[in-house]
């Protein structure tokens, strides 16, 4: 890794392109105002993003987005990526038992239309997986989808146990923490984590939570800052009125701790890796 970095990764996007698809007005991407404040924190600080995708939200879906934001998309490409990450918001834990045949269709289902609106630019080859679990052969299905980095919680739930790891064990569990990124020669994916889920915290907590992660797992050379789409939105039940305050906090603890801010891409290349293995 040449540089240690941070990005920022956004989980269980749909609504601002449900937004851009109902405004054939908008002459820009970023007249939306979710994309619009993350443009700002670009451009303020060359923060680096990450959308993983639905493919659908109630009667909206993704064949709906336009295509006439294609070029934008491209131009933007070098701090913008998209990804799979559901077909939907709901059930929970949607690919801890699925086929790979399921995991295939909805992976290429989302891939195809991120081609179709936003180019290949943008569609990254990491992702993170709704509620990040899934059996091998899920994750081998992945890997055939063109996924090469996989992103989980790596966390610890209420009862200390490890979750949101995929099908790892307690000792890859540690791995993946440690070194940040862990490659398992069985499905042929490099595995890594974030460092703080940013809706869970109040703005004057971000910093205690993550100088608590630097001391558990020191030396780390990345940094995943991860939230959600839908609590930016007052209409949501567990609205974040603070939302904005979240993102920049941490952001502003990254650059204090030396982090650039990078997507994946920019720090590993996958064909190359020389980390550590299971």
Not at 90 to 119: K, M
Not at 149 to 172: A, P, V
Request: glycine share 4%; hydrophobic share 40%; proline share 6%.
């Amino acid at each position: 890794m040449a540089k240690r970095g941070y990005r920022i990764s956004v989980d269980d996007n749909i609504r601002f392109l449900e937004d851009i698809a109902a405004h054939p007005e908008y002459t820009s991407l970023f007249e939306n105002p979710f994309l619009k404040m993350f443009r700002e924190f670009h451009e303020k600080y060359g923060t680096k993003v990450h959308f993983n995708l639905f493919f659908e939200r109630g009667d909206f879906n993704l064949t709906m987005v336009p295509d006439r934001f294609k070029a934008e998309w491209a131009a933007n490409a070098d701090w913008i990526h998209l990804s799979f990450h559901s077909k939907a918001e709901f059930p929970n834990w949607p690919y801890r038992d699925a086929s790979p045949e399921q995991i295939t269709a909805e992976c290429r289902q989302v891939h195809d239309e991120i081609l179709r609106f936003a180019g290949p630019e943008v569609l990254s080859k990491t992702t993170t997986l709704h509620f990040a679990a899934a059996t091998p052969d899920g994750v081998r299905a992945l890997r055939d989808c063109g996924v090469e980095i996989l992103l989980g919680d790596f966390s610890f739930n209420t009862e200390g146990k490890r979750w949101l790891h995929y099908y790892c064990t307690d000792e890859q569990f540690d791995l993946v923490r440690e070194k940040c990124f862990a490659k398992d020669p069985a499905t042929d994916m490099i595995f890594c984590c974030c460092d703080i889920v940013l809706d869970c915290f109040r703005p004057e907590t971000v910093g205690p939570e993550l100088d608590r992660m630097a001391a558990l797992w020191p030396g780390r050379d990345f940094v995943d800052l991860l939230i959600h789409e839908q609590y930016f939105y007052p209409d949501y039940s567990n609205h974040r009125p603070f939302y904005r305050e979240l993102i920049e906090t941490g952001i502003n603890w990254c650059r204090n701790a030396g982090y650039e801010p990078v997507l994946v891409a920019d720090i590993i290349d996958p064909a190359a890796f020389d980390g550590p293995s299971f």
